[in-house]
């Protein structure tokens, strides 16, 4: 029963990064709430599992061609960067505090979402 419920959580993690939201935000809360796995080592998971999906991703949405390699190198570059700070800080963080800094992202991002704030000129 335990391996079902990780592949559906795992199924339902990659069909949302799959649409570039962003699995981790399902994944991790499941993984940690509801599996009992410690926040680094669901932390850890969502990144190994994010790679594969990640890969299928891109192929699918460049052959859609949704996807302008050149515009987005800046993004990569950032998102590097930033990958490897936020690595870093998890490790020194508590896993109390780890959790709380997870939750408060989790609960703007739901808020912002909720109101539906967009940049202008966006619909």
Known sequence: ???????????????ISGMGM????????????????????A???NMLSFLPAA????YIH??????ELKSS???????IVGALAGALAAGWLKEEWLKKAFGLFLTILSIIQYIGRSPKGRV
């Open 1 to 15: 029963m335990r391996e079902l419920l990780l592949f559906a959580i795992a199924a339902a993690a990659g069909v």
């Open 22 to 41: 962003g699995g981790g935000t399902l994944l991790i809360p499941a993984l940690t709430l509801l599996m009992g796995i410690p926040q680094r080592q």
């Open 43 to 45: 932390q850890g998971v």
């Open 55 to 58: 890969a299928v991703a891109l």
């Open 62 to 67: 460049k052959k859609e061609g949704r996807l």
């Open 73 to 79: 190198l800046p993004v990569i570059a950032a998102g």
